[in-house]
């Protein structure tokens, strides 16, 4: 079955910086891309860009670039959220996510159909 | 950028039919997804496409599109429906996906 494993909560200084993993099992990693998703503490879902597992090419959404790095290990199935000087408001549960994408144009299709659980990453003094 | 407004709760009794909507601009020539996200949990795929259902989802799960709205409907709601739902779309004005603001569906 599909699993989506990611590391342990987090706690890191203002300034530090954090590496989540995302260990994929249950199907051919390099066939699926892997999304990367925020939730800040009691808000929505932010999606933070994707990396294709195939080419290792990232693509990051507004508010993403910068600081915020995309990385794969395919010989372990894995996929990194590296996050750099880190902020308080940085403080969110980031999940890692397979998607689905198919069509073209207007009818094109994106979602996401296995998610990971979750890593709480808090960023305080 | 491409905005999807969702009502920020939605309060049903069980056994009743809750409604969930998700507006957005021409959302007619989208494909909508949505997910159920319960505390402390990852979001859970329960509608893609507009309307299918992935495997396991109960059939009282059910997507639609009229106009500028999709609507996630659940029939005959139990206790363990309350959760957060979220709508999604891709946005191909800038390649990238768009997630509503959620709507926290309680059981009274």
């Known amino acids: 079955q599909v699993q989506l494993v990611q590391s342990g909560s987090e706690l890191k200084k203002p300034g530090a910086s954090v590496k989540v993993s995302c260990k994929a099992s249950g199907y051919t990693f390099t066939t699926y891309a892997i999304n990367w998703v925020r939730q800040a503490p009691g808000q929505g879902l932010e999606s933070m860009g994707w990396?294709?597992?195939?080419?290792?090419?990232?693509t990051y959404a507004q508010g993403f670039t910068g600081r915020f790095v995309f990385s794969l290990d395919t010989s372990v199935s894995t996929a990194y959220l590296q996050i750099s000087s880190l902020e308080a408001e940085d403080t969110a549960v980031y999940y890692c996510?397979?998607?689905?994408?198919?069509?073209?144009?207007?009818?094109?299709?994106?979602?996401?159909?296995?998610w990971g659980q979750g890593t709480l990453v808090t960023v305080s003094s | 950028s491409y905005v999807l407004t969702q009502p920020p709760s939605v309060s049903v009794a069980p056994g009743q039919t809750a409604r969930i909507t998700c507006g957005g601009n021409?959302?007619?020539?989208?494909?909508v997804h949505w997910y159920q996200q319960k505390p402390g949990q990852a979001p859970v795929l329960v509608v893609y496409?507009?309307?299918d259902r992935p495997s396991g989802i109960p059939e009282r799960f059910s997507g639609s599109k009229s106009g500028n709205t999709a609507t996630l409907t659940i029939s005959r709601v139990e206790a363990g429906d309350e959760a957060d739902y979220y709508c999604q779309v891709w946005d191909s004005s800038n390649d990238h996906v768009v997630f509503g603001g959620g709507t926290k569906l309680t059981v009274v």
């Open positions: 021409n959302i007619g020539s989208k494909s």
């Open positions: 990396i294709n597992t195939n080419t290792g090419n990232p």
């Open positions: 996510a397979r998607d689905i994408r198919y069509g073209s144009g207007t009818y094109f299709k994106y979602y996401f159909d296995y």
């Open positions: 496409d507009d309307s």
